[in-house]
């Protein structure tokens, strides 16, 4: 098998070394003769595995204690939902910013559960920046706000959050949770599907204030779409995706042995330069879709001067063996998602191939 260098959105690279221990236990997990996936959710051994995954995310985002860690099923997208459901009582409103095609279907879900509003948009950029707050129109009804941290298919991401303080600020950081340090603290909840920098499909993260949990009135909501229901049974109320929470323990394991958060940060922003720097440099053959200010440091979106070259670079990556270069088909041209487990060499490979497919067209 030759090298794949894989760029793929999500779900997306994985940690060799989170991949390398799981093939070690796979077939005998801690002894017990089972594989992980055969163990029952109720049992000894797979509690441990529950707690410790969830002990270790705490620990890697400086997690305070009054916040409820869920591990959910039904992706991001049911987040959309979700959230509303708990956290939208009918005399107020949800707060949407929109910067992509993910903002959007989160606005649409929580439009068919109460009143929403569009705090702002930057839909006229064509996505390619992020709006600045300071003269949104807040109201004193605002049941949250919600932004989405990383917009992985534009290449957006918000470099600094809002500071909210009359209602909670609620983040999809789908794309972009564990790339860098950030201060939980600002926010009510953060929701991400796992696929992208956490582990691998089938498992969501939820990082909720317990307050807002409790506070949530919910009587009408189906058991299985409270957070209560999953707060009060710690994630186990029915059977939980025990080999993605497993998977995701591993792939933690790997980020606190590599130095954790701060680490990551720093090798994220190299990748991100290093593909930045070619585009910059490239005399305008590459165009970054992202307005510099709004850069994201996990997808890199790209295009080509025309789509006859765009086909033909996106070819030639394939024959050399890069995966998952193509845009998004809303936006066309290229994307790098270079998330958390796609190594430097990987980023390194990509510029030669960007400078070499430029010199030679
Ligand atoms: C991928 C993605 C989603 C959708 O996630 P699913 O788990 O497939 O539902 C939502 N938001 C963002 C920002 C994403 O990148």
Same mark, same amino acid.
């Given at each position: 098998?030759?090298?794949?260098?894989?760029?793929?959105?999500?779900?997306?690279?994985?940690?060799?070394?989170?991949?390398?221990? $799981?093939?070690?236990?796979?077939?005998?997990? *801690?002894?017990?003769?089972?594989?992980?996936?055969?163990?029952?959710?109720?049992?000894?051994?797979?509690?441990?595995? =529950?707690?410790? +995954?969830?002990?270790?995310?705490?620990?890697? !985002?400086?997690?305070?204690?009054? &916040?409820?860690?869920?591990?959910?099923?039904?992706?991001?997208? @049911?987040?959309?939902?979700?959230?509303?459901?708990?956290?939208?009582?009918? *005399?107020?409103?949800?707060?949407?910013?929109?910067?992509?095609?993910?903002?959007?279907?989160?606005?649409?879900?929580?439009?068919?559960? #109460?009143?929403?509003?569009?705090?702002?948009?930057?839909?006229?950029? *064509? /996505?390619?920046?992020?709006?600045? !707050?300071?003269?949104?129109?807040?109201?004193?009804?605002?049941?949250?706000?919600?932004?989405?941290?990383?917009?992985?298919? /534009?290449?957006?991401?918000?470099?600094?959050?809002?500071?909210?303080? =009359?209602?909670? @600020?609620?983040?999809?950081?789908?794309?972009?949770?564990?790339?860098?340090?950030?201060?939980?603290?600002?926010?009510?909840?953060?929701?991400? #599907?796992?696929?992208?920098? @956490?582990?691998?499909?089938?498992?969501?993260?939820?990082?909720?204030?317990?307050?807002?949990?409790?506070?949530?009135?919910?009587?009408?909501?189906? +058991?299985?779409?409270? &957070?209560?229901?999953?707060?009060?049974?710690?994630?186990? &109320?029915?059977?939980?995706?025990?080999?993605?929470?497993?998977?995701?323990?591993?792939?933690?394991?790997?980020?606190?042995?590599?130095?954790?958060?701060?680490?990551?940060?720093?090798?994220?922003?190299?990748?991100?330069?290093?593909?930045?720097?070619?585009?910059?440099?490239?005399?305008?053959?590459?165009?970054? =879709?992202?307005?510099?200010?709004?850069?994201?440091?996990?997808?890199?979106?790209?295009?080509?001067? *025309?789509?006859?070259?765009?086909?033909?670079?996106?070819? @030639?990556?394939?024959?050399? #063996?890069?995966?998952?270069?193509?845009?998004?088909?809303?936006?066309?041209?290229?994307?790098?998602?270079?998330?958390?487990?796609?190594?430097?060499? $990987?980023?390194?490979?990509?510029?030669?191939?960007?400078?070499?497919?430029?010199?030679?067209?």
């Amino acid at each position: 098998m030759s090298t794949v260098y894989n760029f793929n959105a999500g779900p997306a690279a994985l940690p060799k070394a989170a991949l390398e221990a $799981a093939q070690k236990e796979l077939l005998n997990f *801690n002894n017990t003769g089972m594989s992980v996936m055969e163990l029952s959710h109720r049992s000894k051994d797979y509690d441990a595995v =529950h707690q410790q +995954t969830k002990q270790l995310l705490k620990k890697l !985002l400086s997690i305070p204690d009054t &916040y409820d860690i869920l591990f959910l099923q039904g992706g991001a997208s @049911l987040q959309f939902a979700m959230l509303p459901y708990n956290l939208l009582p009918q *005399n107020k409103v949800g707060q949407y910013v929109l910067t992509g095609s993910w903002s959007e279907k989160a606005l649409k879900e929580a439009t068919l559960i #109460g009143e929403t509003n569009v705090l702002a948009s930057t839909k006229d950029s *064509n /996505y390619s920046t992020i709006p600045d !707050l300071k003269d949104a129109p807040f109201t004193d009804n605002d049941a949250y706000v919600h932004i989405t941290s990383n917009n992985t298919i /534009y290449g957006t991401q918000w470099k600094q959050f809002p500071s909210i303080s =009359h209602a909670p @600020l609620v983040a999809d950081m789908s794309s972009d949770i564990l790339s860098k340090k950030i201060d939980v603290n600002q926010f009510g909840m953060i929701y991400a #599907g796992a696929q992208k920098n @956490l582990g691998p499909s089938g498992v969501t993260v939820v990082i909720v204030k317990k307050e807002l949990v409790q506070q949530a009135q919910v009587e009408h909501v189906p +058991t299985m779409l409270r &957070y209560g229901t999953f707060a009060d049974h710690d994630s186990l &109320y029915n059977t939980p995706p025990t080999f993605g929470i497993y998977l995701l323990g591993k792939v933690l394991e790997w980020a606190e042995s590599i130095g954790g958060l701060e680490k990551l940060e720093q090798v994220n922003e190299e990748k991100a330069k290093i593909l930045y720097d070619t585009i910059d440099s490239s005399d305008g053959f590459y165009k970054g =879709h992202a307005h510099p200010s709004s850069r994201s440091s996990m997808n890199v979106t790209f295009t080509l001067p *025309n789509e006859e070259l765009s086909k033909s670079f996106l070819s @030639l990556a394939k024959e050399r #063996g890069f995966v998952g270069l193509n845009g998004h088909r809303s936006i066309g041209g290229c994307r790098a998602s270079i998330y958390n487990a796609v190594p430097i060499e $990987a980023c390194m490979a990509l510029r030669d191939l960007m400078n070499e497919f430029k010199s030679n067209n």
